[in-house]
């Protein structure tokens, strides 16, 4: 995984190179994902997918004719779960029951976008797109922090399809996954979480 994310940042960086016939612009981005906290170990407790907030601002650069481009988001996102630590000795004997854990990111997804832009005029209403890239996630805080150590840069890939409207409005639902761990428990610090992210978002363009 880790290989294919440089091969997709490499990709990334030959095409920003390619500004001559690109057209930039820049917005503001704001939705929400619906996170797991996954576990390697599936029985160690029981874990629920929780809602956060995602907000922040996006560019974007398209290379004319061709419906390629490349993006780049700054968002601040909240990616959470409910962990039944009662269910495990090591835990409930310290008093934990069902905790919330809630992990705060500055996130910094790079994408390679295609937006489909060949329909005799219907484009400029509404054009589809698929994008791909690594996503470099840097935590801000960490609840729990007692019961779990989190490592302080994440990488994901990250993905999805959506479509853009009247020009001006981009409406996306993806999904991303952490390539390294998310965290691991202190107590059974053999116990290593990841992060699985479905997410939608809305980006309004300013021209």
């Not at 990250?158 to 853009?164: K, S, T």
Request: aromatic share 12%; glycine share 12%; hydrophobic share 40%.
């Amino acid at each position: 995984m880790k290989k294919i994310a440089l091969v997709l940042a490499g990709l990334l960086l030959c095409a920003t190179a390619a500004t001559a016939q690109s057209h930039s612009r820049w917005g503001i981005t704001a939705g929400a994902d619906l996170n797991e906290i996954h576990f390697k170990q599936s029985d160690i407790m029981p874990s629920k997918r929780l809602v956060g907030p995602q907000v922040g601002v996006t560019a974007e650069m398209n290379f004319s004719g061709i419906g390629f481009g490349v993006e780049g988001s700054l968002l601040y996102t909240l990616k959470q779960g409910k962990l039944g630590y009662g269910d495990r000795q090591a835990w409930s004997s310290l008093g934990y029951g069902t905790e919330t854990v809630g992990m705060h990111f500055l996130d910094v997804p790079l994408h390679l976008k295609f937006k489909y832009n060949r329909l005799g005029g219907a484009e400029t209403t509404i054009m589809p797109m698929v994008y791909v890239g690594p996503q470099f996630s840097f935590l801000v805080h960490g609840t729990h922090s007692k019961l779990n150590s989190y490592p302080p840069v994440h990488v994901y890939l990250d993905m999805g399809a959506g479509c853009e409207l009247f020009e001006r409005w981009q409406l996306r639902c993806g999904y991303n996954f952490s390539v390294g761990q998310s965290f691991h428990t202190k107590i059974l610090d053999d116990n290593v979480a990841k992060n699985r992210a479905w997410y939608v978002n809305l980006t309004y363009f300013l021209k």
